[in-house]
C-alpha cells in the first residue's frame, strides 16, 4: 500500500555497550535486528558476549553486575529503558537461560505453570496452553508430577522452553540450548522451535556454541567477537549453513 509504513523490527540493539563492574566491556556498540517470524543465531567464541546480549534484551543485567552503558533495545517499536524481566515478559520479550533456571523441587508441571503466572489469563486459557505445551513435548506429560530437579537434561531443557511457551512470547531468547544434550534431543527441540516459528510466526534469537542444528532452519545470523558484530546477514550472503557450521562448530551437520 503506497505511504504504508513498515511494522518495527520485532527487536532492534542499536549500538548497544554492556560493562560489568565499570571494569570488563563485554559489548561495544552492538547493533543487530531481528524481524517478526525471524530464526536468527549469534555465533561466535567463548566469551564473545552472546550470553551478555541475551541478557541486555531480557533485563538481566543488574542481577549479574552488569549494565548498558550506551546504546538502545527496541522492542516492537519501544524503547527498553530499565523495564524489568518480568515487564518484558509480559511484553513477550522471553529468555530460556543458559543452565535452565527452574525449581528443581516443583514438580515439572508446576514449573510450566510459573510460565503462566504474570499473565492476566482466565483458567481455561493456561489449562489450554498447557495442553499445547504438552502436545509439543509428550514426554513432559509422562514426567508432569516429578520433580523437575530428577528430569534429565533434555527434560529439564523441554520444561524452561515449555515455561517460556506459557507465557505467550513473540520473541523466545535462547541461550546454548545444545548444552550438555545429545545430538538426537536437540535435533528433537529445534523441530519443535521451528513448528512454533512457522505456524505460530513466533520469532526466535538464539545464542549458540556448540549445535551446528540451530543454523538448520536459521534466516539470519550476526557473529559476535569480543563484544562486537563481525558480520551479520541473511545465512546465504554468509556463506550458507554448512560452510557457518563447519567453520563455527566444526561439523558439517546443519542440513
Ligand atoms: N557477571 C559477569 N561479571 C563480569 N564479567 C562477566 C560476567 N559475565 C560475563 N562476563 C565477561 O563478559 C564477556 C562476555 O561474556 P559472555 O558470557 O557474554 O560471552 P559468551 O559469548 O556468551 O560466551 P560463553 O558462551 O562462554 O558464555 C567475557 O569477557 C566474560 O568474562
Known sequence: MPGAEAPPPRLALDAVAVRYGGAVQALQALSLCVQPGEVHVLLGPNGAGKSTALKAIAGLLPAEGGAISAGRVHFDGQVLDGQPPAWRVRAGLVPVLEGRRLFPRLSLEDNLRCGGLGRDASAEELAQDLEAVYTLFPRLRERRRSPAGLGSGGEQQ??????????????????????????????????????????????????????????????RVTVIDRGRAERSGPVAALGGREALAARYFGVSEAA
Open 158 to 219: 523441554m520444561a524452561a522452553i515449555g515455561r517460556a511457551l506459557m507465557a505467550r512470547p513473540r520473541l523466545l531468547l535462547l541461550d546454548e540450548l545444545s548444552m550438555g544434550l545429545a545430538a538426537r534431543v536437540v535435533d528433537e527441540i529445534v523441530a519443535v522451535l521451528h513448528h512454533l516459528n512457522t505456524t505460530q510466526g513466533l520469532s526466535l534469537l538464539l545464542a549458540e556454541q556448540g549445535a551446528g542444528a540451530v543454523l538448520r532452519h536459521a534466516h
